[in-house]
């Protein structure tokens, strides 16, 4: 009878027990209602660490709405904001894995209830929803302050906590790659390229400029802008990207193909073009690059590369020439001299237009200037030539032709 006694006495103590801790997590949940924050914070925690009330998903979903209060409460918005975030997410998500995941149970839809402007608080959602825009408002506000570190923390965790909103995914990934956190920015860029009726087009541009410039993985960008192109065959500049990549994997003939079928449909894009004519020049095609280059001018004539180009071609045809004529013995210089050195001055004559537009361009480029300088002292245009060495002298002082 006494060890029955005691059995049932020991039965009364951990009944006790047990509706004291749910008292706990009750005066946690009250204290929460009358926003007695840090006295509901003490008592949720004190009931996480029960047994039994530590071991129920509604325990976890009042400590996240607790930890999100206090989240949203706290306006210095540092690194420590951030880890309550962080913490309050945890939270949420240890309650939705004791639901086993179902998002129909009725813990589970309290814990995604929808937070609608203008609506009384009553009807407002408490849980991933409300501490998703708590977040989201810290990172638009960090943002302003051109603190792109914790804006990105704060976009971070808001996208995190809905990968569904892409508005706050890109904002996560763009604020990453200012920031120069490359694994952050291709997380969520390629998290973009998942989801079916978004428009992935910006993604594409980023993760190809990561992959190329970022990592220095000529492969990997390539294979991102063959993909993009799939999508979006019309988009220009993933044809120069495409294009620009086959060339520094030197696959030539795919290259060659790109182009020529980019050309089809977009004829005067200067930039395609004068690919097309680097190919050319690279076959050894020298006329066939400058016509390439020359049409590059006429499509966009402040195109820049297009102007030197072309006239680095009639230069080098020029020189070319000279070296011949240097070359030639004593009787065939009596006989072709004069012919082959009015043909290198008339090649000068094409090439000044060309170098003189890229100068205006570029208009602190010595490089231009001194074959400008060259070009019109071997025509004998002496006031264009002084001009052209005031203009060096100015720059790289009196003694730069001794350099």
Known sequence: MKKLILSL????????????????????????????????????????????????????????????????????????????????ESSFMKTFEMENMDSTSSVSKDLFKEVVPDMPANFQGEGVYRLKNASF????????????????????????????????????????????????????????????????????????????????????????????????????????????????????????????????????????????GYLKEKSGDMEGALEEYKRTVEADAEFFEGNYYAGAIYLDKARNIITEVNNLSDDEWEEKSDTMLAEADSLYEEALPYFTKASELQPDN??????????????KNEAKAEEYNQKLSDKLGADWLER
């Open 9 to 88: 006495a020991l039965v009364g103590i951990a009944a006790t027990v047990a509706f004291g801790q749910k008292k706990v997590v009750k005066s946690a949940e009250k204290n929460l209602r009358k926003g007695e924050i840090e006295a509901a914070y003490s008592d949720i925690k004190t009931a996480i660490t029960d047994e039994e009330t530590g071991s129920e998903s509604e325990t976890y979903f009042i400590k996240g709405k607790i930890e999100t209060q206090m989240f949203e409460a706290d306006s210095s918005n540092t690194q420590e904001t951030v880890a309550l975030g962080r913490e309050a």
């Open 137 to 276: 408002n810290k990172a638009i506000e960090k943002y302003e302050e051109d603190d792109m570190e914790l804006s990105y923390e704060f976009f971070s965790l808001a996208a995190d906590l809905d990968p569904k909103d892409t508005s706050i995914v890109f904002n996560a990934g763009y604020t990453a790659n200012m920031i120069g956190n490359t694994e952050g920015s291709k997380r969520y860029f390629t998290h973009l390229l998942d989801i079916e009726e978004y428009n992935k087009l910006n993604a594409y541009y980023f993760l190809i400029q990561i992959a190329s410039a970022e990592e220095n993985n000529p492969e990997e960008a390539y294979r991102l802008a063959k993909e993009a192109r799939e999508l979006y065959p019309e988009d220009k500049g993933l044809a120069e990207f495409e294009i620009q990549l086959l060339l520094q994997l030197d696959k030539m003939d795919e290259a060659m193909a790109s182009i020529e079928e980019a050309l089809k449909t977009d004829p005067d894009n200067a930039a395609i073009r004068l690919r097309y």
């Open 366 to 379: 010595t490089d231009i200037m001194e074959i400008l300088f060259q070009m019109h002292t071997r025509l």
